[in-house]
């Protein structure tokens, strides 16, 4: 059978991921979007996450593909 990770683990990388497509897209500005669907980026949710998840498993993210 196929490995899969444990959940917050597998949406931590995902959350990873879309962040960076995010920010690569909005030139790493503040800001994602452009009008009036603009947010503005804290990163606040995901730093959260990685808060749990790493200590959970004592693994840390060396990069994201």
Known sequence: SAYEPPWDVA?????EAIAS?????????????????ALEWSGRG???L???????????KVGVV
């Open 50 to 60: 990685r808060k749990q998840v790493i200590p959970a498993y004592k693994r840390y």
């Open 46 to 48: 995901l730093a959260e």
């Open 11 to 15: 949406h931590l990388c995902v959350a």
């Open 21 to 37: 497509l995010q920010q690569e897209m909005a030139g790493w500005g503040r800001t994602i979007g452009a009008g009036d669907s």
